[in-house]
């Protein structure tokens, strides 16, 4: 059974750093990939980055870039999303999924995530 736990969100000033944790099991990154999504209140869900197995490249939102990292610790089963300089339009929920996949027109394709974890960003 896939499951994904995210923690490690929380409140945090414009400039600010977090970095989200996503405890995974009955899966592995390297073989399914991953990614993270987020969606903010009144907003449709937004794909963060996407970490694909088919070609071992992880794709960024263009939002994101240059501001978001991933990186695992295998013997953990744990990924993280390490996000600097944030900003208030980062405030949203963060997932992470199962299963990414980068769609032909740039979108991510995500299975299985966990319950989410909130970061708000203030200015």
């Known amino acids: 059974e896939v499951q994904l736990v995210e923690s490690g969100g929380g409140l945090v000033q414009v400039g600010g750093s977090l970095r989200l944790s996503c405890a995974t099991s009955?899966?592995?990154?390297?073989?399914?990939?991953i990614g993270w999504f987020r969606q903010a209140p009144g907003k449709e869900r937004e794909g963060v980055l996407c970490?694909?197995?088919?070609?071992?490249?992880?794709y960024f939102a263009d939002s994101v870039k240059g501001r978001f990292t991933i990186s695992s610790d295998n013997a953990k089963n744990t990924v993280y999303l390490q996000m600097n300089g944030l900003k208030p339009e980062d405030t949203a929920v963060y997932y992470c999924?199962?299963?990414?996949?980068?769609?032909?027109?740039?979108?991510?394709?995500?299975?299985?995530w966990g319950q989410g974890t909130q970061v708000t960003v203030s200015s």
């Open positions: 999924a199962a299963d990414c996949t980068v769609l032909a027109g740039g979108n991510f394709m995500m299975g299985s």
């Open positions: 009955g899966f592995t990154s390297d073989d399914y990939g």
């Open positions: 970490f694909s197995s088919r070609d071992g490249v992880t």
